[in-house]
């Protein structure tokens, strides 16, 4: 019978949920927050300090105001496993009352389970309220509850709240039941000085403030946690009432083996779930350790993979006949580990908490490069990807010159020498062997010149090529090299033989018009001497003609010669012989004789 009234818990539970989903798309619906549950009427926590808690506490726990415990550091999977619950709280007048609820077992909480603000960061700053289903999509959260208490009218965080390690809120020392994470893992429950939450020696990662210890080192802590948190009246009653009366109630804590458990029952108030006697015992039945109340009352929302998967009990706006979920302030997420830093330095993916780094980088956070000088020598630097080599260097740690034939970066570069010359491994730039010269080492030495880079002159006699390798005379040129010296030698030949004749031909214009002038000029003086004899010999009979010895001519002046012609033609017209005017002498006849 038992059994055949859970099951119809169940599915009249599973109806409902599917009714609230499918009557999302027609309505907006806004929380009425009728259903409050709060400890406080005007402030949220006691007045006392945290000595008045130490001093007041049983004795068996000394100065210890808080208890301790290693969590599991579990790193397989699943993170976390959920289990849903219904359970017959039976009452003392044998009357039956249900409650369904759920049971989120988290392994490796310092990994996998965060604090979130309203809204992602900075939502306290803003005393912000969200829905823990969109606070929870923020971070991908696997399961989430809502977690701290908040002020009703403000929306004002209340108690001390860090999240992933940043202190969003500071209560001050106020005395309420705080859960928290140190760095090293180490989970706390209890009552904590504002020393204990300011502490950098071994810092918070996540704490946050609940109302009253339900359970302590496996017992129940509630009577113990009322004289330490109660001196006011709460908004709905007293103290005591906040305590008994059944409501829908969170709850977080740790079983031996250093999982966190998380609680969530629903409910409504005065009506149904449980008060917190039945949830410490509850947990103490499931093997809890230690164990504090969170936020309940209409708060109380369970998610999973961002979907709401609980019942709430605050009525809708603007038709109560539909139950919405309220917003709330800090929200408890279990999510996929959580690697430090969650982007692995830029230098990895995070994969169930653990960083998986990027070829060439390693460390937990994939901050430290796999190379790490002096790896690479003093030809090349250390890189994420290994040695970066200089170039003409090469091997895992640049010690290796690059191979015959290659050069420069990565000696992926071929060299282009030829003739047996060698390549620079750095700029390919060829040396080459004795007997070649050019860029590549492609030309033979020019002739007459020999050895390193061809600046030798050959000393053969008459100027004969020698080797071009070692200046050797005496030669035997390759079938290549004859036959160019052959073409050259016959085409010299022709040359100077053609050169020969034109300066013969030269030559012979050039002698015979030296002759012809040498004649020229003999001829000239020839003549300028006859003309300088005879010159002297006329200048000489000119001078023995001054003072002869006998006239060779007679001289008749010209009146005797012009008065016998007159006379002449006076008589008669008759013309008379005349002596010439030259006669020769007698002498002359003579001589002619």
């Avoid at 003392?92 to 249900?98: A, I, L, N, S």
């Avoid at 050019?438 to 100027?463: H, K, R, T």
């Avoid at 005797?560 to 002359?588: A, H, I, L, Y």
């Amino acid at each position: 019978m038992a059994r055949f009234s859970q099951s119809i818990r169940l599915i009249s539970l599973l109806l409902i949920r599917i009714g609230v989903c499918l009557s999302g798309s027609k309505y907006t619906r806004n929380s009425l927050d009728d259903d409050l549950l709060l400890p406080y009427a005007v402030s949220h926590g006691p007045s006392h300090s945290h000595r008045h808690v130490r001093d007041c506490q049983p004795v068996v726990h000394g100065n210890v105001t808080h208890e301790t415990w290693p969590a599991n550091d579990h790193t397989g999977s699943p993170v976390a496993e959920s289990k849903i619950f219904v359970s017959d709280m039976l009452q003392g007048d044998r009357k039956h009352r249900w409650a369904t609820g759920h049971i989120t077992v988290v392994h490796n909480p310092l990994r996998t389970l965060s604090i979130l603000e309203p809204g992602g960061p900075g939502g306290c700053d803003r005393a912000y309220r969200e829905l823990v289903e969109n606070t929870a999509k923020i971070k991908k959260c696997l399961f989430a509850q809502n977690a701290g208490y908040f002020n009703t009218h403000s929306g004002e965080c209340l108690g001390n709240v860090i999240s992933d390690g940043k202190l969003v809120k500071d209560s001050h020392g106020i005395q309420n039941a705080q859960f928290g994470i140190r760095r090293d893992g180490t989970l706390v429950f209890g009552y904590l000085s504002e020393e204990d939450v300011l502490d950098q020696v071994n810092p918070f990662v996540q704490l946050v403030s609940g109302v009253v210890w339900l359970l302590r080192a496996g017992k129940v802590y509630i009577n113990e946690s009322m004289a330490a948190e109660c001196d006011k009246t709460e908004e709905t009653g007293s103290f005591q009432r906040f305590v008994d009366v059944v409501s829908a109630r969170t709850a977080i804590g740790h079983d031996a083996e250093g999982n966190l458990i998380l609680f969530h029952i629903d409910g409504k108030t005065d009506q149904r779930g449980m008060n917190l006697w039945e949830v410490a015992n509850f947990l103490k039945d499931e093997g809890v350790v230690n164990a504090i109340n969170l936020d309940g009352g209409g708060s109380a929302t369970y998610v999973v993979n961002g979907a709401l998967a609980n019942y709430p009990s605050d009525e809708c706006v603007p038709r109560q006949m539909w139950r919405c979920p309220r917003p709330v302030s800090t929200v408890v997420c279990v999510h996929e580990p959580a690697c430090e830093p969650e982007d692995c330095s830029g230098h990895g993916t995070c994969v169930d908490g653990q960083c998986v780094c990027q070829d060439g980088w390693s460390g937990t956070a994939c901050d430290r490069l796999t190379c790490q000088s002096p790896a690479c020598g003093g030809h090349g630097l250390c890189t994420q990807y290994g040695c970066a080599c200089d170039a003409g260097w090469t091997g895992s740690n640049c010690s290796q010159v690059c191979a015959a034939g290659f050069y420069g970066d990565g000696c992926n570069q071929t060299c282009t020498c030829a003739n047996g010359g060698s390549c620079d491994p750095v700029h390919g730039s060829c040396t080459c062997l004795p007997g070649f010269h050019g860029n590549f080492c492609e030309l033979e030495c020019p002739l007459g010149f020999y050895g390193l880079n061809c600046l030798q002159q050959c000393d053969c006699e008459d100027m004969c090529p020698c080797d071009s390798v070692t200046g050797s005379c005496n030669i035997t040129f390759s079938a290549e090299r004859n036959n160019t010296l052959h073409r050259a030698g016959h085409c010299l030949a022709k040359q100077m033989w053609r050169e020969w004749k034109q300066e013969e031909i030269a030559q012979k214009q050039k002698s015979y018009l030296r002759e012809q002038t040498w004649l020229i000029i003999s001829a000239v003086l020839a003549t300028l001497l006859l003309a300088s004899v005879s010159g002297n010999l006329i200048q000489k009979y000119s001078k023995s003609g001054a003072h002869p010895s006998h006239k060779d001519y007679s001289y008749v002046p010209l009146g005797d010669m012009t008065r016998s012609t007159g006379r002449g033609r006076g008589q008669g017209g008759r013309t008379q012989p005349v002596k010439p005017v030259f006669q020769q002498d007698e002498s002359d006849s003579q001589d002619s004789s």
